[in-house]
């Protein structure tokens, strides 16, 4: 086990480097792409400010913690954006024939699909969002190491089921060669999660906690950080995190089993 994760280890490394060096040779381009996240960021934190320059709280979270929410979407954005960008040329790869080859390679055909593709510029704009989550801990009243290492986990079992919400988009390109808009239908719904989720009505709610779980992802660890998590929503969001990456492996063994091939 231990040499097969040293093994993908530095098929990553490796694809993570051609793709700095790719982007490295339009510079330029580079940098206004990773100039307008920054901006992103910057504008939405000026957005955030002005709503509070009206009311003290939001969906009864202070300025703090609703930063709290939305820099830990942003974390787990762009996790998901650095290991699992792949996806977003699945339906190409089928298409043009790349994946007969990656089905004959020592390799995990799902790894290369999902998680080949490395996005540097990700990479460079996780690092200030590291340090304001840090400004926003400071920012909050004392708390327990036990809630800094559930807030953790729980962001961690996030990037986990946004891997099986990848596996799944991936297993349609590979059984429809279509379906190339379903991972920015995620996308879009993904941006509901910069909020705390108690901001919408309630059918919207029980939606993002059910039917598509962003609340889940984006919500939840925040929540537990500030100590309003029950454990059974805890336990809930494990338990959902196994069962998705469960089925929506299950889901992509079945479509390589009924792949015939884009020459067919």
């Not at 982007?23 to 580079?30: A, E, M, P």
């Amino acid at each position: 086990m231990r040499a097969r994760a040293r093994k993908y280890g530095r098929i990553w490394l490796r694809t993570a480097s051609m793709a700095v060096q790719a982007q490295l040779t339009y510079r330029l381009g580079s940098l206004g792409f990773l100039l307008g996240k920054m901006i992103r960021l910057v504008f939405f934190f000026a957005f955030v400010i002005a709503i509070f320059n009206h009311v003290q709280t939001v969906a009864g979270y202070s300025l703090a913690e609703t930063a709290l929410f939305f820099l830990t979407f942003n974390l787990v954005d762009m996790a998901a954006q650095i290991l699992f960008r792949g996806v977003y040329g699945a339906r190409r790869t089928v298409t043009e024939g790349d994946f007969d080859f990656y089905l004959i390679q020592p390799c995990s055909p799902l790894f290369r699909m999902v998680c080949s593709t490395v996005d540097f510029l990700d990479l460079v704009t996780i690092v200030p969002v590291l340090v304001m989550v840090g400004m926003v801990f400071a920012r909050l009243p004392p708390l327990g190491l036990g809630r800094y290492l559930a807030y953790g986990a729980l962001t961690v079992n996030a990037v986990v089921l946004v891997f099986a919400v990848h596996v799944l988009v991936a297993a349609l390109a590979v059984r429809t060669q279509e379906m190339e808009n379903a991972i920015w239908i995620y996308r879009d719904v993904m941006f509901m999660g910069k909020f705390p989720v108690d901001v919408y009505a309630r059918p919207v709610r029980w939606a993002l906690t059910f039917a598509l779980p962003i609340a889940v992802m984006t919500t939840f660890p925040a929540k537990a950080l500030l100590g309003i998590l029950s454990p059974a929503w805890a336990a809930y969001s494990v338990a959902l995190a196994a069962a998705a990456v469960a089925l929506s492996l299950r889901f992509w063994r079945g479509s390589v089993a009924l792949y015939t091939s884009s020459s067919s």
